[in-house]
Nanobody, 117 residues
Framework: QVQLVESGGGLVQVGGSLRPSCTFS????????MGWYRQAPGKQRELVAT???????TYADAVKGRFTISRDNAKNTVYLQMNSLKPEDTAVYYC???????????WGQGTQVTVSS
């Protein structure tokens, strides 16, 4: 059974930084893509950033230049370095992992990020 566990969310002031992480366990092929989505109250879930097992990254326009996604394949962990945080970054952040062979996507339980002004 595949599990993704996020940690590292929290409360931060405008302009501050956070670095949530997500570790997955279970049987996932080495060829995969990990990512972060977020959902703010009353809004649809949106993609934040992704990174493949080969290191290729994508970012939503709203976070380009402020957020950096990275991963440690030896630790099965993905990180999201979030800098220059804004109130509109407030959301529950979800980690995902997509197995390229099966095309199945697994989700974590989410971690709350709150940016206060």
């Amino acid at each position: 059974q595949v599990q993704l566990v996020e940690s590292g969310g929290g409360l931060v002031q405008v302009g501050g930084s956070l670095r949530p992480s997500c570790t997955f366990s279970g049987s996932i092929r080495t060829s995969n893509r990990m990512g972060w989505y977020r959902q703010a109250p009353g809004k649809q879930r949106e993609l934040v950033a992704t990174i493949t097992s080969g290191g290729a990254t994508t970012y939503a326009d709203a976070v380009k230049g402020r957020f950096t996604i990275s991963r440690d394949n030896a630790k099965n962990t993905v990180y999201l370095q979030m800098n220059s945080l804004k109130p509109e970054d407030t959301a529950v952040y979800y980690c995902t992992c997509t197995d390229f062979i099966t095309a199945r996507t697994y989700w974590g339980q989410g971690t709350q990020v709150t940016v206060s002004s």
